[in-house]
T-cell receptor
C-alpha cells in the first residue's frame, strides 16, 4: 500500500527549538499532506504538497518532498508549547483514491 | 453549521448490540470519508464516498460494518453485533469535490465508541 510511516514515533523538544518529522511511503503518489491532531480527536490540515513540488512553506512550517526517495519531511521552526500534538502524513495514489494516513509522530514541546 | 458534525460524541454500548454513528459533512462537499483510530494509533481507512459513484468499501474490516450516504449529504456508519475490538474513535471527514485525493480533508471531532 502507499501508506506513509512517520519517524520518529515520538519527539520531545524545548520551546524555541526546531522539530523535524519524516514520512516515508511505498508507491508513487499524487500528493502528500500533513495533518495535526490535538487530544486524539479531529485532525486539522496543515499543508499539501503535490508530486511535482519539492518544497512548500506555510508560516513556521516547511515541508519537503523527495519522490526519488519516497519521503517527505515536516519542519516546525521556533516551536511553541501549543505545537504539542500528533502529526500525521497522508498520501493518495490519485485524485480518485482515498487518503491513507501513517501512524503519526507525537511531538511534545516543553516550555 | 460551519464544520463537519458527528454524533454522538461518545457512545457506550454492550457487546453484541448494533450502533449507528452519524456524520453531517460541510454543506456542498461531495467527498466523505470514514476512518477509525484506536488508542494511540494512526487512522485506519474504512470507507470513501465520492459524489454519486459507488463507494470505496475496501477498508471495512468485516461484514458487520456498513455505511450509507443519503442524498449525497449525511452519512451513517453502522456496526452490527459490536465487539470489544470495535472500541475506537470513529472520524468522519469531507472535502469539496469528488476528487477527494487531491484536496485537504475537513474532519469532525469524532465519536468515541466504547464496547463493554
Amino acid at each position: 500500500s502507499q501508506q506513509g510511516e512517520e519517524d520518529p514515533q515520538a519527539l520531545s523538544i524545548q520551546e524555541g527549538e526546531n522539530a523535524t518529522m519524516n514520512c516515508s511511503y511505498k508507491t508513487s503518489i499524487n500528493n502528500l499532506q500533513w495533518y495535526r491532531q490535538n487530544s486524539g480527536r479531529g485532525l486539522v490540515h496543515l499543508i499539501l504538497i503535490r508530486s511535482n513540488e519539492r518544497e512548500k512553506h506555510s508560516g513556521r512550517l516547511r515541508v519537503t518532498l523527495d519522490t526519488s526517495k519516497k519521503s517527505s519531511s515536516l519542519l516546525i521552526t521556533a516551536s511553541r508549547a501549543a505545537d504539542t500534538a500528533s502529526y500525521f502524513c497522508a498520501t493518495a495514489l490519485s485524485g480518485n483514491t482515498p487518503l491513507v494516513f501513517g501512524k503519526g509522530t507525537r511531538l511534545s514541546v516543553i516550555a | 453549521g460551519a464544520g463537519v458534525s458527528q454524533s454522538p460524541s461518545n457512545k457506550v454500548t454492550e457487546k453484541g448490540k448494533d450502533v449507528e454513528l452519524r456524520c453531517d459533512p460541510i454543506s456542498g462537499h461531495t467527498a466523505l470519508y470514514w476512518y477509525r483510530q484506536s488508542l494511540g494509533q494512526g487512522l485506519e481507512f474504512l470507507i470513501y464516498f465520492q459524489g454519486n459513484s459507488a463507494p470505496d468499501k475496501s477498508g471495512l474490516p468485516s461484514d458487520r460494518f456498513s455505511a450509507e450516504r443519503t442524498g449525497g449529504s449525511v452519512s451513517t456508519l453502522t456496526i452490527q453485533r459490536t465487539q470489544q475490538e470495535d472500541s475506537a474513535v470513529y472520524l468522519c471527514a469531507s472535502s469539496p469535490t469528488r476528487t477527494g485525493g487531491n484536496e485537504k480533508l475537513f474532519f469532525g471531532s469524532g465519536t468515541q465508541l466504547s464496547v463493554l
